[in-house]
């Protein structure tokens, strides 16, 4: 049980790490060339 809870905990916590990742380098990337958002 534990074993299994554990690794939940570590997936859930790598993809909120990609998540907040992917918003960050979209919004660098806004802000660096926004003549790809028009």
């Not at 905990?9 to 060339?33: A, F, H, N, Q, Y």
């Amino acid at each position: 049980m534990s074993h299994d809870y554990l690794n939940k905990s570590v997936e859930s916590d790598c993809e909120k790490k990609i998540e907040l990742g992917s918003v960050k380098r979209i919004s660098w990337l806004i802000e660096k060339k926004p003549k790809i958002c028009s």
